[in-house]
């Protein structure tokens, strides 16, 4: 049996691994590339779809499932196999971005006629979306799946409805493809499955360098934000990936609206995240013990009352004649989408206040403003940033770099973990953290290709599940009995050496006392 990487390999974007076994050749995810790698959408796919058995899907994402309607488009006939949120979901999410495709089709076209040039055709069109849809096969979570020659379960991966991870066994050998993992302290979706064997493990790193703000922080932060921009008279402007992170807005300003703080008109502008909610509030059964436990009360955790869904451009483009009012929009990282539009009437006023809650990639208008800009350009215009600009860190629905290690610590074997799904120095730094702690690990590059064979089944040693901190505090308290033994011989270059060394362990014992 074969692994090919298409996508995601030292790169966040464009998850696609293709798997060649005896018999069967199959996919787990295909992806769209996004951000500045977008152009390879468009180019032929690596493999002949119609030679295709299947396709598992962890989840809805667009840089998980958003080529689907591509390999149907190629020939591609087999089943695909995905959660039924995640099937609902890709519905809203591949109808909408047909639109929005064919929309920038149509602005193409209309300068490449003027100029005699050969016309855009979009990647793919509603009928294959269509076709797509009718090959998908739903899966309920730890529901154990046969294809031929390949056995799978779908288990619940907490990151966003529907998210999964797999489980797949083939010729003997035990695979894991973690997808996207949610955090263990997680307000959505509750927390990722524990799996202790594998043979491989093809573990994401989107976040494998760095670690969230805690839940107690972030909420605090995002009060104070809230509260400062509703004093401030304006408009209150929240652009937001309208999937999972909107409802997740949504609900905290519900718990702000119960303690009497919120006191502002609000508005949802955006079609699809209507449509996304109503599936949240559909599938409720599926989120965390926090989520039940305000449904258990009476409560619709996604109802914000006096909140009002906007749908039709018109009533969008009503909402810039309203003086104050809390308005949530996509797209997230404001390169698209209606709040785009709202950014153009307000961003340049000073009582606007303006809270990023999702991480702003580079290239994107949304990191321009966080990165301070002082004008920007928004739709063929300059506009003056003078609105008050908030950013809240804390709301991921990935695991982080804290949350990461300890999912792979749970594997009592030892698997090869394969790093992906992260920026080329984040999947090699956290492939590092993963091989100072005994494992063994490879980050792949696009296209690479290898065999797979069963692999001795060897329990971790104990004293290679020591966490990386407590091996450099060991390391440390070596280096602190050498120095005693010549202490008498210290010059003053290393006595000041030796100062800063003991500050820095004081400020580090006042941090950890500070978190506890």
């Known amino acids: 049996m074969q692994i090919s990487f298409w996508g995601a390999a030292r790169e966040v974007t ?60 190629e020939g591609f006939r087999g089943k695909i196999y995905a959660t039924a949120p995640t099937i609902e979901l890709c519905e809203i999410l591949w109808l909408d971005t047909v639109k929005l495709m064919q929309e920038e089709a149509d602005r193409l076209n209309r300068k490449r006629k003027r100029a005699g040039q050969e016309l855009v055709v979009p990647l793919f069109g509603e009928q294959e979306v269509r076709e797509a849809l009718s090959l998908c096969e739903p899966v309920g979570y730890d529901q154990l799946m046969r294809h031929g020659e390949v056995e799978f379960v779908l288990r619940n991966a907490a990151h966003i409805l529907g998210a999964a991870l797999v489980e797949l066994w083939c010729s003997g050998i035990k695979l894991v493809f973690s997808g996207d993992l949610g955090p263990f302290d997680n307000v959505m979706e509750g927390s990722p499955p524990v799996i202790e064997e594998a043979d491989y493990v093809i573990v994401e790193s989107t976040y494998g360098n760095r670690r969230h703000r805690s839940l107690e922080d972030t909420r605090s932060e995002f009060k104070e934000a809230v509260l400062s921009a509703q004093s401030g008279g304006g408009k209150v402007l929240i652009p937001s990936f309208v999937v999972d992170r909107a409802q997740r807005i949504v609900y905290e300003l519900s718990l702000l609206k119960d303690q009497g703080l919120l006191d502002l008109p609000c508005y949802f502008d955006s079609p699809m995240g209507e449509k996304a909610t109503r599936l949240y509030e559909k599938y409720l059964s599926l989120l965390s013990g926090e989520i039940e436990r305000y449904v258990l009360q009476g409560r619709n955790p996604f109802h914000l009352s006096g909140l009002k869904y906007v749908s039709t451009p018109e009533d969008s483009k009503s909402i810039n004649d309203i003086d104050r009012a809390l308005v949530i929009a996509g797209s997230g990282m404001c390169n698209g989408g209606r709040i785009v539009h709202h950014l153009k009437h307000a961003l340049w006023r000073e009582n606007t206040s303006l809270i990023f809650v999702g991480y702003q990639a580079q290239g994107t208008l949304g990191r ?56 080329e120095s984040v999947a090699e730094q956290f492939a590092l953290l993963l091989r100072e702690k005994g494992r063994e690990t490879l980050v792949p590059h696009f296209g690479e290709r290898f065999d797979l064979v069963a692999r001795e089944t060897v329990a971790v040693p104990s004293e290679k599940t020591v966490s990386v901190s407590q091996r450099f505090l060991e390391g440390i308290m070596e280096e602190v009995t050498k120095l005693q033994e010549e202490i008498a011989d210290l010059d003053q270059d290393t006595e000041a050496l030796v100062r800063s060394a003991y500050l820095l362990l004081r400020e580090a014992t006042r941090r950890k006392n500070k978190a506890l």
């Open 14 to 73: 464009g998850s696609c691994y293709l798997l060649e076994g005896e018999k069967q050749r199959f996919l787990v995810d295909c992806g769209m590339f996004q951000g500045r790698g977008e152009h390879r959408n468009e180019q032929p796919l690596p493999f002949p779809a119609q030679s295709l058995d299947f396709v598992i899907l962890t989840h809805a994402h667009l840089d998980h499932s958003g080529r689907i309607p591509l390999l149907v488009k």
């Open 368 to 423: 321009r403003i966080v990165d301070g800009a002082r004008l920007v350009r928004i739709l063929g215009e300059e506009v003056a940033v003078r609105a008050k600009v908030y950013t809240i860190n804390g709301f991921s629905a990935h695991a982080d770099q804290k949350d990461l290690l300890r999912w792979t610590d749970y594997f009592k074997n030892q698997p090869l973990f394969v790093v992906v799904h992260g920026e």
